[in-house]
């Protein structure tokens, strides 16, 4: 019985200690949660701002831009899958991939060559374990991404679509990322980056009709200018989507985790408390039988 107690304490204590772990790794991402939903929204007035510089550009001007053509020279498609540097998040890594592996299952069936980018260190995991080779990789600060990240996928993922087939250009290029609705509701989504799709005349409530524009130098140069900066502020709204995504699931995770470890402590001290008291049992009736027999003799 000693031993039994003994046992249950060290799960007891073990326990309690996981358990403050993640209690400190839900408020951490509590604390994180506010800072990365207020990036999300910061970045959307820009974003507003820009697409529809570009659709004004397309709806007044005839031009012909390489990233708003379609590419009927290759097969080959690039995929970003945007996942966690760590874990303990739940499933949103495993949600993630599981909506990349649906889309490449349909661009294979469709014919296309898959080309594959990852950015946080469980996707590249994914991939690495199961020997598919990765294009490009990206690895770090996946719950507070920085500009200077965003750009170097933006400038990777254009050269891959702009590239000629001999050197591994690619026709499209889509990115399976999570978006953030609320701290109960990130779904899985996967947009496709390029070639663009600029749908003209769509005006938002409240918005003044678009006026006849002049291009100086020339619609050209204005689109070789705004496209890029585009495909790199919508990477970034990715980016921020997931991390926002990612610190959600982190503090829910953590949340049952912490729910989880006190109702294994109750379960341990019920067991460790009945042990004690079969021993306690067993001690007393060790000691009535002892002093019958001293009384017997």
């Not at 772990?21 to 959307?44: C, P, Q």
């Not at 709806?59 to 020279?73: E, F, I, Q, W, Y």
């Not at 509701?185 to 006849?212: F, K, N």
Request: include cysteine; proline fraction near 3%.
């Amino acid at each position: 019985m000693g031993g039994q107690q003994r046992v249950y304490r060290q799960k007891i204590r073990s326990t309690q200690s996981l358990k403050k772990i993640f209690r400190a790794m839900e408020l951490i991402a509590a604390s994180r949660i506010g800072k990365a939903r207020a990036r999300v929204t910061a970045v959307a007035p820009y974003s507003h701002a820009i697409t529809r510089a570009i659709s004004a550009v397309a709806a007044h001007s005839d031009v012909k831009h390489p990233l708003t053509s379609d590419r009927s020279d290759t097969k080959k498609v690039a995929m970003l899958v945007i996942t966690a540097d760590r874990g303990m998040a739940g499933a949103y890594s495993a949600n993630a991939i599981r909506e990349a592996e649906r889309l490449r299952e349909r661009l294979e069936a469709e014919g296309h060559e898959v080309v594959q980018y990852a950015a946080g260190r469980r996707g590249v995991s994914y991939y690495t374990f199961r020997n598919r080779e990765l294009a490009g990789r990206w690895t770090g600060d996946s719950d507070a991404p920085g500009h200077a990240v965003a750009n170097e996928i933006a400038a990777e993922l254009l050269r891959a679509f702009l590239a000629p087939v001999d050197e591994g250009g690619v026709c499209e290029l889509h990115i399976v990322f999570t978006h953030f609705s609320s701290m109960v509701s990130q779904e899985p989504r996967v947009i496709r980056m390029l070639p663009l799709e600029i749908v003209e005349g769509v005006v938002d409530p409240g918005d003044e009709i678009s006026p006849l524009y002049a291009f100086e130098p020339d619609a050209q140069e204005v689109l070789d200018e705004l496209l890029p900066r585009y495909i790199e502020s919508r990477i970034y709204n990715c980016l921020l989507q997931a991390a926002a995504s990612e610190l959600a699931n982190r503090q829910s995770a953590m949340n049952t985790a912490v729910t989880n470890a006190e109702d294994i402590v109750r379960k341990y001290t019920r067991l460790a408390n009945s042990a004690r008291q079969s021993e306690i049992t067993q001690e007393i009736s060790e000691i009535v039988s002892g002093a019958d027999a001293l009384a017997a003799s």
